[in-house]
C-alpha cells in the first residue's frame, strides 16, 4: 500500500505533467517539489534517483520503504503504485 | 465471453497531428480513442518554445501548444489513454490492437506515432544517460545551474535547445559534424545573439563521452579538418542529432514502411493495409513540422470519414500503390 507520493519537477517538463497526469487519473494524491522554485532540492532528488534528471517519483510505502522512478516509465510505475 | 470493445478510430500517438485529426473526427461524431505511450503532445510537448506555429504572434511554448490541443480534443469527446499500441493486426473490416489495456478492435486507425530523437551509439552515452547525457532540455536543464554542458547538433532542435540551456549554463559548446549549420536562418541569427555563452565547433564529430567517479567529465571528439583529437571538458550532453521514427511496434504488421523505417502511404495518407492510415512525422515524406503534422492530421481525419462512409456501403477502396511513395 502506498503511503505518500513525492514528484520532483521543473516548469517545462512535459513528462512531469504526464506522472501528474497518470497519478491523478488513477486517484493519488501526491506532493509535487518544483525544483525551479526550489533549487537547494535538487541535490536531494539526485541522491534519491542518482539521475539528473525530472520527473523523479519517489512513492513511499506503508512500511516505509521507498520506491524511485524516474522518468514518465509507465511500465515502472505502475507496478509501485500497485 | 466479454463484446469486443469496437471503436470507429483508434489514432496511435497523441502528438499534434493525432489530437488535430481526433478534434475533426470527434466533431464529426466519429468514435475516436487514442493512445499515447510517452507524452501527450508528442516532441512538440518537449520543445521549449515554437515560434513558427501559425496563430501565435509572440510564439508558445511546446507545454502550453500540446495543453492547448489536448484540451481541445478533448472538449469535442476524444478520449486519450495513456498506455501502449504493441501491434496492429488486419482482420479484414476490422483491425485488432494488441495494446497494454488489452486487445481492441478499429474500423480504421491512424498511425502518428512520430518520431524520437536519435541517439549517438558512442561510447559513454548509454552509461552516463540520466547522468550527464540526456535528449531533453526542458527537462534536465535545471540540473545544470552554472555548469558547462556540450550540445551535439546542428539543426534546428540543437540551436533552439542550446539558446533554452543558456538560462543555466555558465558556457556551451555546440559540436556540429558538417561544414555548416543545418538550423534556419532566423534561428542562426538568434544564436549569434549567444555567441558569449555559445562556442560553435563546426567540423567536429563527437566521438566519446568520458567521465569520472560516475559524472561526466569530458567529450572527446575530432576535428574532421585537421584530423586532430579534441578534448572539451564538460559536466554534461545534450544530443540532437535528427529523428527516427516510432514505427518499431509495426515490426511484425503487415503495413509497409521505407528504408528508415518511416510508414509508407499512398496519396489519401492510406498504408499498404487498408483502414490503416499514417501521418504527421512518422510518415514517409514528412517534413517534421509541427504546423505540417497538424494539417495532415486534418486530411487523414478526412480521408477516414471517407473511409468509414464506404466502409458503412461496404465499398472499400484499397490503397493505391500506383501513389504509394515516399513522398
Known sequence: MVKNITIFTTNTCAYCVMVKKWLGAKGFAYEEVNLDTNPERQKEAFELSGALSVPVTVITKEDDSKEIVVGYNLAKLAPAVG | MADKEIHDV????????ALTAAIYTTREDIDTVLFEKGVIGGLAAVTDWIDNY????DGISGLDLSDALYKQAERFGAEIRLGEVTEIIDEGSMKKLVTTD???YAKSVLVATGSDYKKLGIAGEKEYYARGVHYCATCDGAFYRDKRIVVVGGGNSAVQEAMFLTKFATHIDLLVRGDSMRASEILQHELEKHKEKITVHLNTTTDEIVGENNVVTKVVGTDTTSGQKIEIETDGVFVFIGLLPNTQFLASSKIELDEIGMVKTDSNLQTSMPGVFAAGDVRAGATMQIASAAGEGA???????KYLEDHERGVIAPPSPATMSAT
Request: glycine share 18%; hydrophobic share 55%; with cysteine.
Open chain 2, 10 to 17: 483508434i489514432m496511435v500517438g497523441a502528438g499534434p497531428c
Open chain 2, 102 to 104: 488489452g486487445d481492441i
Open chain 2, 54 to 57: 501559425p496563430g501565435f504572434v
Open chain 2, 299 to 305: 486530411t487523414a481525419a478526412l480521408m477516414i470519414r
